[in-house]
């Protein structure tokens, strides 16, 4: 018999990992020239929409999935491979969370351009350019691919050295904002089956079977 484990409240609907269509090298450094010349910054720059608020959201989110997840296997329940992941590997996600807090401070963080127009309007230009890496690499790690992308972007426009330094950072944000987002769906996932193998516990046991 299928024994409960603590839900975690996920409220709305879930929002789409970061995801689009998966470019080779040379596809990726064609779009990084044409979001340069698509990308309008405001001048001068200002404050723009906040970060830092979202990371830490993004946190609390993934340790309340973690603790959940881990409750899961306590109680022998089957799990998916990316779910044990995300287990085992906790402490990297927490490592990169207060990297991001160091690395992002509110003075810094407002020399940074930010977006003009776009889904990401009132965000550094730098996270732009990382969620764009992001979304058409899924999510794939690979410096020197990173580096021909950001270096294609500034053949059409030159980023400023805050915003170079600000490559990583940005990049961690976004890695983070997306495994949020498949996490929620994991969680999700798991606790229809929860309620499915209960009901049919429940079921089996009012037709008198085992």
């Known amino acids: 018999m299928t024994k409960p484990i603590t839900p975690i409240p996920v409220p709305g609907e879930p929002e789409e990992p970061i995801r689009a269509e998966l470019f080779?090298?040379?596809?990726?450094?064609?779009?990084?020239?044409?979001?340069a010349a698509a990308q309008a910054i405001s001048i001068p720059t200002d404050a723009g929409r906040p970060l830092i608020p979202r990371v830490l959201e993004n946190g609390r989110v993934l340790l309340e999935y973690y603790r959940s997840t881990a409750e899961a296997i306590q109680h022998d329940q089957a799990i998916t491979p990316a779910a044990e992941w995300l287990v085992d590997n906790f402490y990297i996600v927490e490592e990169q969370l207060r990297e991001i807090r160091d690395d992002l401070p509110p003075g810094f963080y407002r020399k940074l351009p930010k977006l003009k127009v776009g889904h990401l309007e009132g965000f550094p230009r730098v996270f732009g350019v990382a969620w764009a890496y992001v979304a058409h690499t899924d999510s794939r790690f690979d410096p020197e691919l990173l580096r021909a992308f950001v270096s294609a972007y500034q053949r059409v426009q030159p980023l400023t050295i805050g915003e170079l330094w600000a490559v990583?950072?940005?990049?961690?944000?976004?890695?983070?904002?997306?495994?949020?987002?498949i996490a929620e769906r994991l969680v999700r996932s798991r606790q229809a089956r929860v309620e499915a193998d209960l009901l049919a516990d429940k079921v089996l046991g009012a037709a008198g079977q085992t």
């Open 24 to 35: 080779s090298p040379e596809r990726l450094e064609q779009h990084g020239e044409s979001l």
């Open 168 to 181: 990583a950072i940005t990049l961690r944000v976004v890695l983070v904002e997306n495994l949020r987002r």
